[in-house]
């Protein structure tokens, strides 16, 4: 509502401690979602993608008053910065490469696989991915989900990353 | 000009609901001290060093002393912080708070809410915004002898009535928000939250293919809501009506959406708009130390004096 400089010096201003973000106020639905999900190399081949997220979401399900929300949600924004990682500058050109390993978005993933899988000693390459999840509503009101992959290169693990 | 006389001299004599004021104060304070205590179970990846998001560092000058969870050694001693709030917060819960002890909890506040900022909802914004209203929540007596006195009754009014004011721009802003897409608009955004597994149940995700009329009128009420309060709230017959439907609202969020944070730091910020001989019956049956009391054969001291 304010014109754009006005809007950039009174945020200055007020970040961080007037800042007040009104649009987290129930805005638009988010009728795209970015689950974050791996797969693990060992000596008996990869494993089965894991959706880490799931197990927290369950016990919130079970239980409103469940904390693990708060961990879920985390997770969730793994995903998020994994989408955005790959479609924006710089990540976009390094993603692909081996040196995408390092980008901030895929150290986190690894903070999550060590969390979920324990010390991982026999891990020797690692994959993330983004399922991508669409909702959309016809004219008629029904919903209609359209989903997608996008798959990061497999990456040698390496425990010091 | 009469009328602004007349309304300058209340502002600085009259003390706005005194017992409101102080039961939404404590019941903020219960709001705060749950949900951050309600996280400790989990409290090495909300403020520790075990975080799944990427925490950068923006800040410098006196704007880093709010962002001091978001660097790598106060993240190791995140206990600096949370439970010093704990005390503070539980203090004031049983009304042992004052100017210093609510400036420090904003301020410990400020740093817990930035430490986990990019998982944050729009809760714990208005959390951090009332809380800092909060500290003007003086205990004074109407009729002040001193200038201090006059002064905090202003600063008192002037704070509640903001907190007031915050929930109004609140409202405003989310619904005016919601103008600006078409899922709200065209009844279908209740419809599509409640199907995304994270803002749904899974006994709703079963059935829930086509948006209905009932999904559709809970829309269209909760945009009216978020729209309207601004004006209605400040008329007194409606309030009740209005706070109600507020209410439902909120608690759907929580228990049904699933956003249980957002959903009760709302109702309990609703706190402050108890009328001020209800909340002085409330504030009655809470206060424990009527109990105590008696039994030191003291007498009973009322109102609401320091």
Known sequence: ML??????????????????????????PPFNRHVFVYRVKDKSGWSKW???????????????????????????????????????YPGEKIYLTEKGRKLPAVVSCKKVMRKVQGQLLEIDSFQVAVYIERLRVNEEGVLSRTDSALFFPKYVWDAED | MQKIDRWLTQLQSEVANPFSSQLYLRIINLTAFALIAWMIPIANEVWGMDHFVIIDHGFTGYR?????????????????????????TGLAVLGFSNFISRLFTWVLFVNLHWADYEVSNGGWHVLHHLLLLSIFLFRVEDHPKTRVQSTKIVLHNLGFWFSWIQISILYLTAGSHKFLGSYWLYGDALFVTLNIQEFSLPWILEFLDTNTWYLRFANWVSL???????VLIWF???????LSIGLVFHLSIAFLVGVIDFGLILVAAYAMFIPNNRAKKLLYWIDFSRFLRPMAGTRSIKGTGD
């Open chain 2, 224 to 230: 009216f809501y978020q729209i309207s309060f601004p």
């Open chain 2, 64 to 88: 880093r002393l709010a962002v001091l969870l978001r660097e790598p050694f106060f993240r190791e001693h995140y206990q600096w912080f949370l439970y010093p709030f704990l005390g503070l």
């Open chain 2, 236 to 242: 007194r017959p409606i309030r009740p009506y209005l």
């Open chain 1, 50 to 88: 894991d959706y880490p997220a799931y197990p927290y979401l369950q016990k919130q399900w079970q239980n409103r008053f469940d904390p693990a929300i708060k961990t879920h949600d985390q997770l969730e924004l793994v995903g998020d910065n994994l989408y955005w990682t790959a479609h924006s």
């Open chain 1, 3 to 28: 014109p754009k400089s006005l809007f950039y010096a009174s945020s200055q201003f007020l970040a961080p401690w007037f800042y007040q973000n009104l649009t987290a106020f129930a805005p638009e």
